[in-house]
């Protein structure tokens, strides 16, 4: 309650401006909770969405100031049509061209995580940014000098005194700032959305209802919910040696963690190519025929992924393949891809 009058407060602060405006800006923070998604596990309440938190959090995002040479920004990596995922780079393109060994993840619908990264390795949102910055490869930065850097600028105390009612910059105002906007980032508008909600919009084609049934038999054991991912960690035969990126097993140390990636969220699969933790496919076409017939055995192979005969892999004949990425194309979401006000 203390929050929603707080939100209240802050609305009616900028209810000063012309009523365009303020439109916009109450659209800009306005966190929609799907009917279609599960309750988040992000605790808004202990870090309210307010327009001056999400443009602060927003500036932050597209700053290269963050780096240490200020060259590298996060959405040079996470670029807002491609749902924040980095377009054409098998794995993360960072600082001085250097090459990490990962696939720059989506950034959507955060709230509903219950882990970070493909390894699980970061339980919370808010300390998310604090990797990117840090690594080697990507950022290279001293979050103190980092911080230093928004404490000179000509502009960053007075946002953090609108977001904060404080000028103080500290490592937790500047996290919470990074998670309101990615908070906001939400993206449940898709056709198929609209058909399981029953909004207008909401067609779908003879070709991708079967599609949709057979994502049903054959995918959502692991794709699971609407949100398309049950959280968990496994491994879907990618490798058959691991040694080069050991996925969970570098968080947990467990060797039956070897080789197990956390299983990512198939919304605006058609815009975040390329796929995988290592980025080894560029088609959902390739996708698929990994799934049917290019699965690889090792100790740690998901048993969904072994056939009672012993065969490996999901059976699939070329026409359900077909339906299915019909299906997986009904997960466009358009207006979350466009949306203005996340892009720069
Ligand atoms: C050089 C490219 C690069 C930059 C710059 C970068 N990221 Fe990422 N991001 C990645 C990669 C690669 C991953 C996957 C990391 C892993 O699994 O180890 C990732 C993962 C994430 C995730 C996790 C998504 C999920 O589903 O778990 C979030 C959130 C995120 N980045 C936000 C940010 C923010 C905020 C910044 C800026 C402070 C940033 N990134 C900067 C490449 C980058
Ligand atoms: C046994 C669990 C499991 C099943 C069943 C499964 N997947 Fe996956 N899927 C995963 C995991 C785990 C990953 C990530 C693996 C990695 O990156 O190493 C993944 C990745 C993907 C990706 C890449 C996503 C991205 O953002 O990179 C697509 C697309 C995909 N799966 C589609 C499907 C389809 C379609 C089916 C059904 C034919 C299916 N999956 C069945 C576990 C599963």
Redesign the pocket.
Known sequence: MKNLILLLLLLAVVGGACQKEKDDVKTAIAVVIPDNFPPPIYELSANPVTPEGFALGKK??YDPI??RDSS???A???ISYAAFS?PDHS?????DNQF?K??????QN?IW?T?????G??PN?DL??LN??QNP???DENPAIALQKLRRSSFYPSMFYNAFGTEEITTARFLQA?SQF?ATLVSANSRYDHFVRKESGGMMSTEELAGLELFKQKCQSCHATDLFTDNSFRNNGINSDFSFDKGRNEVSTLPEDIGKF?V?SLRNIEATAPYM?NGKFSTLESVLDHYASGVKQSATLDPLLIQPDGNLGIPMTADEKIKIIAFLNTLTDEDFLRDTRFAE
């Open positions: 932050l995002f963050l780096s590298i920004s996060c040079d990596c996470h980095h794995t993360s393109h960072g600082i990490g990962r696939n720059a993840q989506a950034v955060m995580n882990t970070f990264f493909w390894d390795g970061v949102l998310v940014p990117p910055i490869l990507e950022m990074m990615m956390r990512p933790h």
